[in-house]
């Protein structure tokens, strides 16, 4: 099952770099696939591929992440469901996603974070 990377992991991914460790000893350390390491590289490195920065790396992996969750096609009454229950009766994320899902509404409690963090006038 896939993973994503912790900030811990790519910290160490990128002393480990610096070391000048082969990336087959960097996958061995951290406890991941040699291909999770290439992608990982390949993904987050700078233009040229030369320099990796794991606090850049992070940064540019959790905006990726809001972006998918926030690109998923969400009707609009599930999302005023959502945000209405979460204001209205202060539920959390998870027991918004889990009612709605039992009426046959799917929401993510991910989408529901990543909407608070796009609308910090909720007053959460």
Known sequence: MYHQLTSE???QIS???QSKTPKKEIAKI???SQS???RELKRNSCRNGRHYSWQKAQEMAMERRER??????????VMKKAIDL????QWSPEQISAHLKATGENISHETIYAYIRR?????I
């Open 9 to 11: 992991q790519r910290s």
């Open 15 to 17: 002393a480990l770099l």
């Open 30 to 32: 951290v406890g991941i």
């Open 36 to 38: 999770t390491i290439s």
């Open 68 to 77: 998918i969750c926030l690109n998923r096609l969400i009707p609009q009454s």
């Open 86 to 89: 979460l204001t209205d009766r």
């Open 119 to 123: 609308h910090p006038e909720l007053h």
